[in-house]
């Protein structure tokens, strides 16, 4: 096959042929005009020649003519005789040989200008006179030497020339008309315009031809480049483009599309090899060798995958497909063929390799036994996990194995059981379970595939199925759990009925209970207002009798007496104090007034107070009081807790013993600890310890009193302030109570105030 020529090369033809078509018509012209100018101007030349010619011999003739008739007159007078009359014959003797042709006529004419004879004979002008004919510028011895041209009445013009006689009388005059001097003349005219015109006719039947020709040629041309824009366009659409490979020039032809592909703007339509081996992929660079394959005749066939560098610096995948056919001579082979752009093709394979790669990883990590059988059952894929469950050798488990191959060299499970599923009937497949021989539970699901073909998955349920039994088991309990529990509801019933009532009868109590200590807290608050008030007329009273303001009271025992009424009076109002405080705690109507207050001066207050008791039990005081250590609390409040869980140290700690407060920061706010060497309490009481008036009895606290309200109460103020009061006991050894406070907002603390 051979390429067609490239755009610009056909233009070029199409041009020189367009131009060589017009300057042949050109030329053409030229010479028939060159023609036409020069017959015409040999056909003037020719008129002329014939005339001149033609008058000269006229001339020629009446002269010979003349003479004659001169001679013959002279000789009959030199003889004697009479000379001969001027007529017709003496005429027509004295004529030459061919005077008469070209239609000549001679007339001699006498001195009174008659005609006498003419010749030929039959001339109009025998009888005529002739300056009727000749006009008055004749007369009868008019001697012209040259033909004169006259133009008749008629229209007619003739040639005239005329001869005296000398000494005879008359003249001889020769006349031809212009039409017959002509007549030969126009014979050779027609005879060339014949010629002419079929030179004409030849020349304009080459011309047709020719243009014809050349109307096919460009129409030819037309279709040729009309094909050759399809050509392009199908190429350009179709992603291809087409080469001619000129072997012995290393000259390479590329369609207009092939420049497309590549993104280079179109120059010429040739490239050299080694244009189009820089572009190549360094991998894919050994084309000559097939080509030399080619050459050799080792293939038929140059068939290749390549990249080639587009503009824009990506590789293109392209595939060539050619062959070798003979050049413009035998040693010139072409390699022609036809370059597919196949990168869009390469990507989606390599999308759908991976894709692959993708599923058959993904089916081959998949808990299930997998495979896929085709429309001819032949096997399309399976994962190891069905090679392991049908034992099957490697070489049965390539793709396109028949279905009976495979089944014949797989060892198939010994089912021992087969449950069909429930809703396992599907019209493009089924679905199963069997058990097999060493226990386990499969479910097999088959489906038909969409192109005929069938999948199927094997799931390993033997877990499933062991939960179901278990499932079933414990429905089983369940159900007679169930009918016991019907069975005890029953008496559940008639019980709840039983505690419905209690629970109101303990509501009631509760409510009567609560307002019985509201009554009771009311009233305490009230009666230990109402007891201070004779309390301290009787403390300030045996104060008076103790100081004997008013004279001595004479009596050592009144002395006496006063001192135990003063001690008795003080601790009746130490106790009833206590009582106040808890009732108002207990009846919320405790005020509390929150600051920023050292904990450590709070202490050292407080130690003003229990100093000189400690000091008079012989109780050593250790104290351990960081700088600075601030909390938001009710100072009185806070006052009073240290006031009862020191004084209880100091009081349960025999002589000779120690207390230790440490106070510091926890993580949360601040901690103050009171540890003592004291006697301690047993384990068992320290839980009742913060309730009011509960006391630890044993023979050291009953000498010591107390109402059993110092805890509760400090217990109380501290779970005000959102803290913590713990306490913890050895007996023998010593106690140890712990208050936390925490960093709690002043709102907080105010609102559980
Ligand atoms: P009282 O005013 O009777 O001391 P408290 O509530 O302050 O009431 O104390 C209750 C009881 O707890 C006391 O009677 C005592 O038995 C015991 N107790 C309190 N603090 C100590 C302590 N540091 N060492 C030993 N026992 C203590």
Request: hydrophobic share 40%; charged share 25%.
């Amino acid at each position: 096959m051979r390429l067609p020529s490239p755009l610009p090369e056909r233009w070029r033809i199409l041009i020189s042929e367009k131009a060589l078509r017009r300057i042949i018509t050109g030329l053409t012209a030229v010479f028939l005009a060159t023609l036409c100018i020069s017959l015409f101007s040999q056909l003037l030349q020719s008129r002329y020649s014939h005339m001149t010619e033609q008058n000269r011999f006229s001339a020629l003739h009446v002269q010979l003519a003349a003479q004659n008739i001169i001679n013959s007159l002279a000789s009959d007078s030199a003889g004697g005789q009479t000379a001969r009359p001027l007529n017709g014959d003496l005429l027509t003797q004295s004529l030459a040989a061919n005077a008469l042709d070209e239609d000549r006529v001679f007339a001699l004419v006498d001195n009174f200008g008659l005609v006498i004879a003419t010749a030929p004979a039959a001339s109009k002008l025998a009888g005529e006179r002739i300056t009727d004919v000749l006009g008055t510028t004749f007369t009868t011895d008019s001697n012209w030497q040259n033909m004169r041209l006259f133009t008749f009445t008629n229209g007619d013009s003739a040639f005239v020339s005329a001869r005296d006689l000398g000494n005879f009388p008359g003249s001889l005059i020769v006349m031809q008309k212009r039409s017959d001097l002509l007549a030969a003349w126009w014979t050779g005219v027609i005879r060339l315009a014949v010629l002419f015109v079929v030179t004409l006719l030849v020349l304009a039947m080459l011309a047709g031809a020719f243009h014809w020709q050349a109307a096919k040629a460009s129409e030819a041309d037309a279709v040729l480049s009309i094909a050759t824009e399809r050509l392009d366009k199908a190429l350009d659409r179709s992603n291809c483009g087409m080469w001619d490979w000129n072997l012995a020039e290393g000259t390479i032809f590329w369609s207009k599309s092939m420049f497309e592909i590549l993104g280079m703007p179109p120059q010429g339509s040739f490239l050299s090899f080694g244009e189009v081996s820089a572009r190549l992929h360094a991998e894919d660079s050994n084309i000559e060798g097939m080509v030399e394959e080619l050459l050799r005749g080792q293939r038929t066939v140059f068939n290749r995958e390549f990249r080639m560098r587009h503009a824009d610096g990506n590789w293109i995948w392209l595939r060539a497909r050619a062959a070798l056919a003979p050049g413009d001579t035998a040693d010139t082979p072409h390699l022609i063929g036809i370059i597919f752009d196949i990168t869009a093709q390469k990507l989606t394979d390599k999308l759908s390799h991976d894709a692959e790669l993708r599923l058959k990883d993904a089916i081959e990590n998949i808990s299930e036994a997998f495979v896929l059988w085709d429309t001819e059952n032949r096997l399309v894929m399976c994962n190891s996990k069905y090679q392991q469950f049908h034992s099957l050798p490697p070489a049965s488990c390539v793709p396109g194995t028949p279905y009976a191959v495979v089944t014949q060299s797989a060892k198939e499970p010994i089912v021992r059981q087969y449950v069909p599923t429930v809703g396992g009937e599907h019209p493009d497949g089924k679905s199963l379970e069997v058990q097999l021989g060493d226990g386990r539970w499969l479910q097999i699901n088959e489906r038909r595939t969409r192109d005929g073909g069938f999948v199927s998955v094997g799931t390993d349920i033997t877990a499933l199925k062991k939960q179901e039994e278990r499932l079933l088991l414990s429905e089983r309990t369940l159900m007679m759990t169930v009918r016991d529990l019907q069975k005890e509801r029953l008496s559940a019933d008639q019980q709840s009925q039983r505690l419905a009532e209690l629970a109101d009868k303990y509501a009631r109590e509760k409510t009567r209970a609560e307002s019985a200590n509201r009554s009771k807290s009311e009233f305490l608050a009230n009666m230990s207002h109402e007891l201070r008030t004779p309390l301290n007329a009787i403390i300030g009273f045996s104060e008076v009798m103790q100081e004997q303001m008013f004279g001595p009271l004479g009596s050592e025992k009144y002395m006496e007496y006063s001192h135990d009424i003063h001690r008795s009076g003080q601790f009746l109002l130490d106790v009833i104090n206590d009582i106040l405080d808890m009732s108002k705690i207990e009846a919320g109507r405790i005020e509390m007034e929150l600051t920023s207050l050292s904990l450590s001066s709070v202490i050292t207050d407080v130690m003003r107070l229990i100093g000189p008791r400690a000091a008079k039990g012989k109780v050593d005081i250790v104290l351990d009081l960081p700088k600075a250590c601030d909390i938001v609390a009710d100072k009185r409040a806070l006052k009073q807790v240290f006031i009862n869980l020191l004084s209880n140290a100091v009081k349960f700690t025999p002589e000779g013993g120690q207390v230790k407060i440490t106070v510091s920061k926890s993580r949360d706010g601040a901690k103050v600890v009171i540890a003592d060497t004291g006697i301690g309490i047993p384990g068992n009481d320290i839980e009742k310890l913060g309730r009011p008036f509960e006391q630890v009895e044993n023979q050291f606290t009953k000498s010591k009193g107390g109402s059993g309200l110092g805890l509760a109460i400090s217990k109380s103020l501290v779970d005000l302030h959102t803290g913590s009061l713990d306490i913890s006991s050895t007996v023998g050894i010593g106690t140890t109570v712990t208050v936390n406070f925490r960093n709690a907002p002043e709102s907080a603390i105010l609102k559980s105030a």
